[in-house]
């Protein structure tokens, strides 16, 4: 059944390089707790103990907006296919932004994809496998190219008016700080 380590195995780091799908947890100490899905090719795992994963402009920023308060953060991957199992990686997350100083390197590990908004870095300090048996069997179909296309058609300018206008406030009323912008 379960298991709790302090760090990704081979096996388990196998296991998370083929997911198409992931979920991130976050909040703060009285803000609501925001679960997010995430694909697109967006994580590696850079050790045992270390994951960095590429996050796209959206509808909203409450993960950034969390981890500028309280860095705590969890990511579950769930097999769809093949033996059941749940994973959840613990730990301490910051933000990477373009201008950062280990901008260039960060985002270097990934392909390029249009409205590319941060890097969260997450240091690992417990790692949890459950049975995962009561999860049902998905086909991956393939990705959606809508977000992507929509980036494209915003351009730089755009995101960054959208950001601005869209991605500076939480659900709770807390601000979340642009790089970039003028406040």
Request: proline residues 5%; glycine residues 10%; aromatic residues 8%.
């Amino acid at each position: 059944m379960g298991k709790q380590l302090p760090g990704i195995t081979g096996k388990l780091r196998q296991f998370i390089e083929n997911q198409k799908l992931f979920f991130v947890g976050t909040a703060t100490a009285d803000s609501r707790v925001n679960i997010s899905p995430k694909g697109m090719d967006s994580l590696r795992v850079l050790n045992a103990n270390r994951v960095v994963w590429l996050n796209v402009t959206g509808s909203g920023n409450e993960t950034s907006a969390h981890v500028q308060e309280d860095p705590r953060m969890t990511i579950m991957f769930a097999s769809f296919e093949g033996s059941p199992m749940i994973l959840r990686l613990y730990g301490n997350a910051r933000e990477i932004h373009e201008g950062d100083p280990d901008w260039k390197e960060a985002i270097a590990l990934f392909g390029p994809l249009p409205g590319a908004r941060q890097i969260f870095d997450l240091a690992v300090d417990l790692v949890q496998t459950s049975c995962g048996m009561a999860v049902p069997f998905y086909e991956y179909a393939g990705d959606r190219e809508q977000l992507n296309a929509w980036a494209v058609r915003k351009g730089a300018a755009g995101l960054k008016t959208y950001r601005e206008e869209k991605n500076r406030i939480s659900l709770d009323g807390r601000p979340i700080r642009v790089p970039g912008s003028d406040s």
